[in-house]
């Protein structure tokens, strides 16, 4: 085998499924793939149709942007952006249209590219955004992606973990109805994510000694039981008994000013109690540089922060931030943990 065959060996291949094809998917994939020089570091696999793509590419005016597709894994070009075929039928796009196409092609992507991260074939996946309504099929009744990446990994728990360079944010319950957040707030499903969180800061981030922080879950974090006795009764007792096992955790804090503060920067990560709470502050911090990682899982699985966008698809108007660190945060993660597992 030549140098340069081994050093493709080496590359890992990184899997992209491409959403809702009306939605900004496309757009964002094409504008973070367009520089060749993310090849020197991956070999990027995007789930989906080269005759989508070629649409969107065309729509962008993106004509410097080159993929070469391909059926299957056999052999991929290395020095080239991949598109795996999904489907082979001409599909009607309708860029900024929520429909049920959408949601059926994004299906097909993303069930093809989970086949492949089960097996190995690919070393992580990125998935563009879906829409969760159009999506919705016999096999397919999540609440989102990381419900049904979930159960396909076979794991009962999962922690959405919102990650950036300057902070990282995990919520205890996710897609659920606020009305339901205060049954889902247990000293046992607490101190899970807390085990889910640092471990995943260890293999995932090669910090050794995570330094974490929980949120309460009422206002004031429940002003000492004046305004709901969960912090007393549930959050703290939590916090301490994950702390009596050498772990450094802190609060319960008032969320409230926690972020505007700046306390945020004190700790690697941040539990928040509901999806608000976590996503609002990550996400007016680190719109175009934040992304979402599904921790707990066998494999590994980001996103952008972002949904499908319709009201800009099509328009050249998307910022591919999110979905470029995406795309090097899953290559990052699954890097540390192949360190991780030969040391």
Same mark, same amino acid.
């Given at each position: 085998?030549?140098?340069?065959?081994?050093?493709?060996?080496?590359?890992?291949?990184?899997?992209?499924?491409?959403?809702?094809?009306?939605?900004?998917?496309?757009?964002?994939?094409?504008?973070?793939?367009?520089?060749?020089?993310?090849?020197?570091?991956?070999?990027?696999?995007?789930?989906?149709?080269?005759?989508?793509?070629?649409?969107?590419?065309?729509?962008?005016?993106?004509?410097?942007?080159?993929?070469?597709?391909?059926?299957?894994?056999?052999?991929?070009?290395?020095?080239?952006?991949?598109?795996?075929?999904?489907?082979?039928?001409?599909?009607?796009?309708?860029?900024?249209?929520?429909?049920?196409?959408?949601?059926?092609?994004?299906?097909?992507?993303?069930?093809?590219?989970?086949?492949?991260?089960?097996?190995?074939?690919?070393?992580?996946?990125?998935?563009?955004?879906?829409?969760?309504?159009?999506?919705?099929?016999?096999?397919?009744?999540?609440?989102?992606?990381?419900?049904?990446?979930?159960?396909?990994?076979?794991?009962?728990?999962?922690?959405?973990?919102?990650?950036?360079?300057?902070?990282?944010?995990?919520?205890?319950?996710?897609?659920?109805?606020?009305? =339901?957040?205060?049954? &889902?707030?247990?000293?046992?499903? +607490? !101190?899970?994510?807390?085990?889910?969180?640092? $471990? #995943?800061?260890? %293999?995932?981030?090669?910090?050794?000694?995570?330094?974490?922080?929980?949120?309460?879950?009422?206002?004031?974090?429940?002003? =000492?039981?004046?305004? &709901?006795?969960?912090?007393?009764? +549930? !959050?703290?007792?939590?916090?301490?008994?994950? $702390? #009596?096992?050498? %772990?450094?955790?802190?609060?319960?804090?008032?969320?409230?000013?926690?972020?505007?503060?700046?306390?945020?920067?004190?700790? =690697?990560?941040?539990?928040?109690?509901?999806?608000?709470?976590?996503?609002?502050?990550?996400?007016?911090?680190?719109? #175009?540089?934040?992304?979402?990682?599904?921790?707990?899982?066998?494999?590994?699985?980001?996103?952008?922060?972002?949904?499908?966008?319709?009201?800009?698809?099509?328009?050249?108007?998307?910022?591919?931030?999110?979905?470029?660190?995406?795309?090097?945060?899953?290559?990052?993660?699954?890097?540390?943990?192949?360190?991780?597992?030969?040391?």
């Amino acid at each position: 085998m030549d140098k340069e065959s081994k050093s493709h060996k080496q590359k890992p291949l990184i899997g992209i499924t491409m959403g809702d094809i009306n939605g900004i998917g496309p757009e964002v994939i094409i504008k973070a793939l367009e520089n060749s020089k993310i090849t020197q570091h991956l070999t990027p696999i995007i789930y989906g149709s080269a005759k989508v793509l070629s649409f969107y590419r065309k729509q962008l005016n993106r004509d410097n942007f080159n993929f070469s597709p391909i059926n299957d894994l056999s052999k991929p070009y290395h020095r080239k952006v991949n598109v795996l075929n999904c489907w082979e039928e001409v599909v009607e796009i309708n860029p900024g249209q929520d429909n049920a196409i959408g949601g059926q092609y994004a299906f097909k992507a993303l069930e093809a590219a989970t086949n492949d991260l089960k097996e190995g074939k690919i070393a992580a996946l990125v998935t563009a955004p879906i829409n969760k309504l159009n999506i919705q099929n016999d096999d397919f009744k999540f609440a989102g992606h990381t419900e049904y990446l979930a159960e396909k990994a076979g794991s009962k728990e999962s922690l959405m973990f919102m990650v950036a360079d300057s902070m990282r944010v995990g919520v205890l319950t996710g897609h659920i109805p606020l009305k =339901d957040v205060a049954a &889902g707030v247990t000293k046992e499903s +607490i !101190i899970k994510k807390l085990k889910m969180m640092s $471990k #995943s800061l260890k %293999q995932d981030f090669g910090i050794q000694k995570p330094k974490i922080a929980v949120l309460g879950l009422n206002p004031h974090a429940g002003e =000492d039981g004046l305004l &709901g006795n969960e912090e007393i009764e +549930i !959050i703290r007792p939590a916090i301490e008994e994950f $702390k #009596s096992k050498g %772990q450094i955790v802190m609060g319960p804090y008032p969320a409230d000013g926690f972020f505007g503060s700046g306390e945020h920067h004190k700790f =690697d990560a941040v539990l928040a109690m509901y999806h608000d709470q976590g996503l609002i502050p990550f996400k007016s911090l680190t719109f #175009s540089t934040g992304v979402n990682f599904t921790a707990g899982l066998p494999f590994v699985r980001t996103s952008p922060d972002h949904g499908t966008a319709y009201a800009i698809a099509g328009k050249d108007q998307a910022d591919e931030g999110s979905m470029r660190t995406a795309i090097f945060a899953a290559l990052d993660i699954a890097n540390s943990r192949l360190e991780n597992t030969e040391s």
